[in-house]
Structures are given as structure tokens and as C-alpha cells.
């Protein structure tokens, strides 16, 4: 099997475009690249690659919509390149399923740091289970580490690599108040560089694939001021949640 990282870069700008090429190249890596969307959507179909570097302004589409199509299909990790260094813009960005957002202008370096961080994620989600026991059942839910599967009610629930990840941190431990940065270290790496409110927006994903009331959770709590926390419904009496 091939090990070589394929990287496709999404960037109509030729002076952004080909020092990236030559760099991640340089490093050992196969890029592929795409001066717009279409053709962009197109690579990413047919080639499967590791990484996508999608920039937002883009001359048929903006990258958002790419993002949008592109997470509905695979769970391919998406960094975002964009000059639009706005809050709500890199907000978007990351609940459209981005995993990261680097504003213009980057270094080669940082760009280099993070898409080496995703890689080791997904050489992380591609090894062994770490631990010998391979399930948790709490109330209603079971997660089955070797498998990699998570099951609600027997039902299959559809989770990408960095949602399960995140829900076998919060379920390895359950009933303690977990830190954000913690939680962060654990599922995304101790050398991850990114947007800390990704976190947020991965448990909100997870509550509305596992809870009845996403706005009420049963499951995940919410520790004001310093994390979330993992419990078991049925052994409180009580729902005790806070959104």
C-alpha cells in the first residue's frame, strides 16, 4: 500500500498555488491541484486524497459551498485558506465540517504543521484500538472501540473518525469533567494548531446525532467554564443537562 500523503490544494491563485505544490512536494508528499471548484469536487471524487486545502474565494464558487458538498460526502479532513480572517467567517467555516481555517498570509511552515497534524490523526484512526476492552455501554448507547462503531437504541449511528475519537474520550470517562484542552490534547493532538471552538462544534454535531433533544442533552454535558462531561441518564433519576 501506498503511505505517500495526497494533498489536493483547491487555490485559483498561481502565486499561492505553485510555492504550495513545490513545498508539500518538496516534503514528500503527491498534490494535486485545482484552480476552481468544479474541477476541485471533480479530484477530490475521484482520487480520494488525505488532505484538502480549499480556499473560500474562488472564481465559480466560494469555498464554503465546496466545504458544504464535500463533508456530505466523506470525512476527509478540509483546511480552509482564506484572506477573510473575520470571526464569523472561520465560524462558518468550522460548522460547514472544516477542521481548520488559516488566514492569509501563512507561513509555509504553520500550513506544513497542521496538515502534518491531520495526517497523524488519520494514521491514529487507521491503527489499533489503544485499549483491550472493546465496548462501553451506557444507557442506551454502546461503542464498540474495535469496530469503531457506535450503536444507539441497535441502531447504527453514522459518526466521522474525529467525532468517535471525541466520543471515546468522553465515554472512557464517564461522569468526570473533562477540560476543553483536555479534550483537545486527546482527540486532535497535543501539536494541533487551530480554533479551539472546533471542539464545540464536534459535541454539537454528536448531540444531534445521540440525543432526543439536542438543545436538552441527556448525554453530554456541558461543565460551565471548563469542559463537558459523559453520563448515564439512567443512573442520575433525573436529567441534570445544560446546553
Not at 10 to 35: C, H, K, N, W, Y
Request: proline residues 6%; hydrophobic residues 40%; charged residues 30%.
Amino acid at each position: 500500500m501506498n503511505d505517500t500523503p495526497k494533498i489536493l490544494l483547491i487555490e485559483d491563485d498561481e502565486g499561492i498555488a505553485e510555492p504550495l505544490v513545490f513545498g508539500l512536494q518538496s516534503e514528500g508528499m503527491t498534490v494535486l491541484s485545482a484552480p476552481n471548484g468544479a474541477q476541485g469536487l471533480a479530484l477530490a471524487r475521484r482520487e480520494h486524497p488525505d488532505v484538502i486545502l480549499l480556499d473560500v474565494m474562488l472564481p465559480d464558487t466560494d469555498g464554503f459551498a465546496i466545504c458544504r458538498t464535500l463533508r456530505g460526502e466523506s470525512a476527509t479532513p478540509i483546511l480552509m485558506l482564506t484572506a477573510r480572517g473575520q470571526e464569523m467567517d472561520r465560524v462558518m467555516g468550522l460548522e460547514l465540517g472544516a477542521d481548520d481555517y488559516i488566514v492569509k498570509p501563512f507561513s509555509f511552515r504553520e500550513l506544513l504543521a497542521r496538515v502534518r497534524a491531520v495526517l497523524r490523526r488519520r494514521d491514529l484512526d487507521r491503527g489499533p484500538a489503544p485499549r483491550a476492552a472493546d465496548r462501553i455501554a451506557v444507557g442506551e448507547i454502546v461503542l464498540d472501540r474495535t469496530a469503531r462503531q457506535l450503536w444507539r437504541r441497535g441502531q447504527l449511528v453514522e459518526l466521522s473518525p474525529r467525532e468517535f475519537d471525541l466520543m471515546v474520550a468522553l465515554m472512557e470517562r464517564i461522569g468526570q469533567a473533562l477540560s476543553r484542552q483536555e479534550l483537545l490534547d486527546r482527540v486532535w493532538g497535543e501539536e494541533w494548531v487551530g480554533n479551539p471552538r472546533t471542539l464545540d462544534v464536534h459535541v454539537r454535531w454528536l448531540r444531534e446525532k445521540i440525543e432526543d433533544d439536542s438543545a436538552a442533552p441527556l448525554y453530554i454535558e456541558t461543565v460551565r467554564g471548563h469542559g463537558y462531561r459523559f453520563v448515564d441518564p439512567t443512573a442520575r433519576g433525573a436529567p441534570n443537562a445544560h446546553a
